[in-house]
């Protein structure tokens, strides 16, 4: 079944370390998106890829990096510059780029600084 | 600027019983409009959609119907149940690169 995976699900971040979110998809989908979640409130934008080699800053870009050398890979690096990382964080991808016909996601990773 | 908002959870009811949760919007142009459900320690999951004025999106029982004279989109379910249970986001699509996503109301179903 074709879909998107995301791993570690969970993922523990020691002070000033730098750690890679995997995801990828068998969904051929162009456009591939990172979302950030915290309790209480809807998902934010971190960054998003229309297709390879080709990526751009959502809206909370700062502490974060991504890269796009395959178009099934879409990780994303959380930063030693992001100071408040601990949250759920989501990948997505669309058949066309904004996804006017819906997002599919992953099942997430909860990152936690320790 | 464009925005979703949505009415604030947690909202509790019984097995059966009926399910409203409002979502109202502001946007220029003419939006597409989606709701998502994201059950526990899980990622987000289309429930439905409509993309003009007067659809009526529906799965699983649920239904939400596009009314641009009220700006709104909410969610219905005739008679809910336990499995129901999760956090539900109302979504707007403008164009571009940005779906915007409401705070997400939590509905608990007791049985």
């Known amino acids: 079944d074709g879909g998107i995976t995301q791993s570690p699900k969970y993922l523990f971040r020691k002070e000033g370390q730098n750690v890679t979110l995997s995801c990828e998809q068998n969904?051929?989908?162009?456009?591939m998106y990172w979302y950030r979640q915290d309790p209480g409130q809807g998902l934010r934008l971190i960054y998003y890829?229309?297709?390879?080699?080709?990526?751009q800053k959502g809206d909370i870009a700062e502490g974060y990096s991504v890269s796009r050398e395959k178009k099934e890979s879409f990780p994303l690096t959380v930063t030693s510059a992001q100071k408040n990382p601990t949250a759920f964080y989501l990948c997505?991808?669309?058949?066309?780029?904004?996804?006017?016909?819906?997002?599919?996601f992953g099942s997430g990773t909860r990152l936690t600084v320790v | 600027g464009n925005s979703v908002t949505q009415m604030e959870g947690p909202v509790t009811l019984s097995e059966e019983a009926f399910l409203t949760i409002n979502c109202t919007y502001t946007?220029?142009?003419?939006?597409?409009l989606f709701w998502y459900v994201q059950y526990p320690g899980e990622g987000l999951q289309l429930l439905l959609k409509?993309?003009?004025?007067?659809d009526k999106g529906s799965n699983k029982g649920f239904e939400a119907t596009y009314r641009k004279e009220t700006t709104s989109f909410h969610l219905e379910k005739g008679s809910v149940q336990v499995s129901d249970s999760a956090v539900y986001f109302c979504?707007?699509?403008?164009?571009?690169?940005?779906?915007?996503f409401g705070a997400g109301t939590r509905l608990f179903v007791k049985a």
């Open positions: 979504a707007l699509y403008t164009g571009g690169f940005k779906t915007i």
């Open positions: 969904l051929n989908h162009d456009a």
């Open positions: 997505a991808s669309s058949i066309d780029g904004g996804a006017p016909r819906g997002y599919t």
């Open positions: 409509a993309t003009k004025a007067d």
């Open positions: 946007a220029t142009g003419y939006p597409s």
């Open positions: 890829s229309q297709i390879v080699n080709d990526f």
